[in-house]
């Protein structure tokens, strides 16, 4: 088996970072927008540092105006995914993205989303599951109206409740609201935390957002007490350690703390995160994991199975990729 054949499951996934910049192109093109701003030379996403690459992002979302287009961006990035292996993947949708939060138009972008992606699983055997997503740097009464766009459709489809964006804006317990607006529709919760920001932020972020997954969170390393309570409360951590690389989270493979977690009994899951921003995939993440660390069958078995686990899907869709991975 070679890293690009091995079935995994991916749980941090941003939709509209997954986009492949040649896809963007294409769209932006036909509708006759601007998007060359968010290109360099070589026809790459380009950024200097994470408030560059949040507005990039933000830059290349324009393009995206329709149903139609998140229908073809849905299956365009399951192709990818499908592609390196991955049977079953957790995707952030931003309601302040797809329909900017007004509520028919979101409904309308999601049904587009879910169609693409009940044919991608027809076709290609990946199963996408969504996790509609505030952003952080929006503020406390936008990611009210993203929950309520949650709750609204909350279901078999989108399972979960997330926050991404700039970590250092705002507090987490500012979001507790929006969270607690989600919680109480059935959705299970994620937040990014510990990317940026330090260990604390994590901290808080368990005790105010009450979720049982962190993206990221791999500042962690840091607190032991910390730790020992991730590891007590079974919290899973969706680490992306080539996102974390690309952006400088850390200054290298060797330095990423994902083997030391793993070690230390955490939960942990390997992510792409956006992709094509960071010059990665799934099959790249599980190469430089063993290059790095060493990992071989066991562990990419292990993470797998965390994953579908830690996964926010029915037990029946639960029960058949698990069957996939063995
Ligand atoms: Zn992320």
Redesign the pocket.
């Known amino acids: 088996m070679t890293f690009q054949s091995i079935p995994k499951v991916e749980l941090?996934l941003?939709l509209e970072?997954a986009a492949d910049p040649d896809f963007v192109r294409q769209i932006a093109t036909e509708k006759k927008i601007d998007v060359s701003g968010v290109f360099d030379e070589t026809g790459s996403y380009k950024y200097k540092d994470f408030a560059e690459f949040l507005s990039v992002y933000e830059g290349a979302t324009k393009a995206l105006k329709t149903p139609e287009d998140y229908a073809r961006l849905t299956r365009s990035v399951l192709e990818n995914c499908a592609e390196n292996g991955v049977i079953y993947a957790e995707a952030?949708l931003s309601p302040d993205f797809m329909g900017q939060c007004d509520m028919v138009a979101w409904r309308e972008y999601l049904a587009a989303t879910i169609e693409a992606a009940g044919a991608a699983e027809r076709d290609l055997g990946i199963t996408m599951r969504g996790i509609v997503t505030c952003v952080r740097h929006f503020g406390p009464d936008q990611a009210r109206i993203s929950a309520k766009c949650a709750a609204e459709v909350a279901g078999d489809w989108v399972v979960g409740f997330g926050m991404?964006g700039a970590e250092n804006a705002h507090s987490a317990v500012d979001f507790a609201y929006a969270f607690d607006i989600a919680r109480e529709a059935g959705l299970r919760l994620t937040s990014?935390a510990g990317?940026w920001c330090g260990a604390t932020e994590v901290a808080d972020t368990l005790r105010d957002l009450r979720v049982e997954r962190i993206?990221?969170g791999v500042q962690s390393i840091d607190d032991p007490k910390l730790i020992e309570q991730i590891v007590e409360q079974g919290i899973v951590l969706?680490v992306?350690p080539g996102?974390n690389v690309a952006l400088g989270v850390v200054p290298n493979w060797a330095s990423h703390p994902i083997e030391r977690l793993r070690a230390a009994g955490v939960k942990v899951t390997v992510s792409t995160?956006?992709p094509p921003f960071f010059h990665t995939t799934m099959t790249h993440e599980f190469e430089m994991l063993n290059r790095t660390f060493d990992w071989g069958d066991a562990e990419f078995s292990q993470v797998n199975h965390t994953a579908i686990d830690a996964a926010f899907c029915d037990a029946d869709t639960r029960a058949n990729i698990k069957a996939r991975l063995d």
Request: glycine share 22%.
């Open positions: 941090h941003h970072g952030f991404g990014h990317e993206g990221h969706e992306c996102s995160d956006d």
